[in-house]
């Protein structure tokens, strides 16, 4: 067992540090010239020595693996480098950005597992069959519905048709609703898919057979053995939805006018500010590999079947 | 039985006309609605990104003065922009990027990918071990950051967003053509191959590759669906083709300046990549399915 975790966890550091390694390389390394673009612009009237010593304070004039070097030590005691466009701390935008991106990603996950539930339910109970696969189709549409249409025909449908969602000044949960709604339905879509697989499988177990056999209502074998049994695998896909999330995040926030990380990406995006991007590139594949590290080590505790033989997991 | 009708200019050559027509009959029987809405939409939107003339007489470019934001008509079927540009004739143009894009973007990932896994899935050992690093790594980073990421790298433009978004699916593919290779070669008529002397390269040419062809034919089908969906994303957020040209996220930013007036410049080209992005989902289902 300890021969598995040290595995697992040195394999996560790896991948973290190639991460680390590809962002360095592709965005401080490669371009370098973040800086050039904003300082040579000839409304500020530089000289090229000026540039020189602008470049040399930002470092950006040494020899490539002492960048590195350097910039991977800020990363491990959590400084991020400046924003050249902003010329703040990295860290500063990030403190003040990552808190409404989360309070988004958070409520609209409770959201998409809420209306993938009532997929999957409806999916299994409905008694028409017809109507059963009308409800089973609906991950494949939500899937391929882009995101940020989405949002803007639910601002057109609820705020300017039904004007249900004030657009003008709503309130701090008004707010709120259509876009945690346009990050839900697309991200409901996979979940939905995965329950409805499980929930099928667990229904062509022998032992649902045998609790039926029984005497076992269909209601009652649905929620007392299904449930909990079609429900455990979805933590499977727990990192790649949150990939989904955050990217979902990112581009409702551009529809909506939110501030958060997506605002913050995109500037940094349109203004080569590559320290901005390098940090929320690493940071998320952290977030991912991290996720990912924690559903490994915790699914054989959850499900006992797989305990007996570590290592089955991956 | 579901891909196409590849066997019908051979049975049309055939002399027995009532054994023909039966065939056709059970062929048609098993048919299935959607797929068959499926290559239809996919054989529209290729038409009007071969010939768009053939569509619409309207330039999707130059607009006609004191006709703007004209609602659905007759004459404009989809009604007219803020500058008097007929919007289907821009839908219909806008095709050759979307699917220009799409193309580049598959071929980007289907070919990076597919190599990769190849080679990983093939040699073993130590390239195994890197290639399969490098390719968590890809997985591990959110897929519109990484796209973001290159388009800095790169610059702005349809060929380097869709080269972006290429490079996301790289590492999918590279999981499928590897695990394909490692059950393909597991497989007792390739040891049999091995065995009465075939060479590593023409073993992988004649056995492996073209039994591991149809899923990486299904998943590039999928793979085109997401394409079209991450180009629109990423062309509405500014960083594709610059603004005259008539690419599908890019109309859904144009209209949506005119959402309380004109709302149907935005649904329609949305409708049209929700629609285009189903009909590659339908047809990858069911290539996946005609595998044994």
């Given amino acids: 067992m ?21 962002a360095f390389l592709l965005l401080q390394a490669l371009p370098g010239d973040a800086i050039l673009i904003k300082f040579m612009n000839p409304e500020l009237g530089l000289t090229a020595d000026q540039i020189a010593d602008i470049r040399a304070s930002y470092g950006a004039d040494r020899p490539i693996w002492e960048q590195y070097l350097h910039t991977l030590g800020n990363f491990l005691t959590g400084n991020f480098g400046y ?6 701390p990295v860290r500063d935008r990030l ?16 959201a998409a597992a809420v209306l993938a539930i009532a997929i999957a339910v409806l999916s299994t109970v409905l008694g028409l069959s017809w109507l059963r696969s009308l409800v089973q189709a609906i991950p494949s549409l939500f899937v391929s519905l882009p995101v940020f249409w989405l949002g803007i025909m639910l601002i057109q449908v609820f705020s300017f048709q039904l004007n249900l969602v004030s657009v003008i000044s709503p309130g701090p949960v008004e707010r709120l609703v259509l876009p945690v709604l346009t990050l839900a339905i697309p991200i409901s879509a996979p979940l939905a898919q995965i329950l409805m697989r499980n929930i099928d499988a667990v229904l062509a177990q022998p032992f649902i057979a045998v609790a039926r056999a029984k005497g076992a209502s269909r209601q009652w074998v649905l929620w007392r053995h299904v449930a909990r049994n079609a429900v455990l695998p979805t933590l499977t896909i727990a990192g790649v939805l949150f990939g989904e999330l955050l990217a979902g995040a990112v581009v409702t926030e551009a529809v909506f006018g939110l501030n958060g990380l997506g605002g913050l990406t995109y500037k940094a995006v349109d203004a080569h500010d590559t320290a901005v991007l390098q940090a929320i590139v690493v940071i998320s594949a952290a977030t991912f590999v991290a996720i990912n590290l924690v559903v490994d080590l915790l699914y054989p505790v959850l499900d006992p079947r797989l305990g007996a033989r570590p290592g089955a997991t991956t | 039985m579901t891909i196409g009708d590849t066997t019908a200019p051979i049975l049309a050559g055939e002399p027995r006309a009532t054994g023909r027509g039966v065939a056709w009959r059970a062929r048609l029987r098993h048919l299935q609605p959607g797929l068959v809405m499926a290559w239809l939409v ?19 470019i130059d607009g006609v003065a004191g006709q703007q934001l004209r609602p659905p008509s007759a004459e404009h079927w989809l009604g007219t922009d803020g500058l ?19 193309v580049v973007a598959v071929t980007v990932g289907l070919l990076l990918g597919t190599l990769l896994g190849l080679i990983a899935g093939a040699r073993g050992g130590w390239p195994d071990a890197v290639i399969m690093r490098l390719v968590d790594t890809l997985l591990a980073i959110p897929s519109l950051l990484l796209s973001l990421s290159i388009i800095v790298l790169l610059g702005f433009g349809t060929i380097n967003v869709a080269i ?6 790289v590492a999918r593919f590279a999981r499928l053509a590897r695990s394909e290779v490692v059950r393909v070669r597991r497989s007792e008529y390739v040891e049999a191959a091995f065995g009465s002397g075939g060479s590593f390269l023409a073993v992988l040419r004649r056995h492996i590759l073209p039994n591991s062809l149809t899923s990486v034919i299904a998943l590039a089908a999928l793979q085109f669906g ?25 109309l859904i930013a144009e209209g949506r300046n005119y959402l309380s007036r004109a709302w149907w410049l935005t649904a329609a080209p949305g409708v049209v990549v929700v629609v285009a992005v189903l009909a590659a989902d339908r047809i990858s289902t069911a290539i996946g399915r005609t595998e044994p």
């Fill in chain 2, 164 to 169: 972006a978004v290429g490079v996301v699916s």
């Fill in chain 2, 226 to 250: 997401s394409a079209i969906l991450a180009l629109s994303t990423l062309g509405f957020l500014g960083y594709g083709a610059p603004p005259p040209t008539p690419e599908w996220g890019l």
């Fill in chain 1, 2 to 22: 300890l021969n598995y975790l040290m595995g697992r966890l040195g394999q996560a550091l790896l991948i973290l540090a190639i991460t680390f390694t590809a």
């Fill in chain 1, 95 to 110: 403190v003040v950005n990552l808190p409404p991106t989360f309070q988004l990603a958070g409520l609209g996950f409770l």
């Fill in chain 2, 42 to 60: 996919v054989a529209i939107i290729l038409a009007w990104a071969a010939v768009p003339g053939l569509f619409t007489g309207y330039s999707p």
């Fill in chain 1, 83 to 88: 924003s050249i466009q902003a010329g703040v």
């Fill in chain 2, 84 to 102: 008097g540009r007929d919007l289907y004739a821009r839908i219909v143009h806008g095709a050759r990027h979307s699917l220009t894009g799409a």
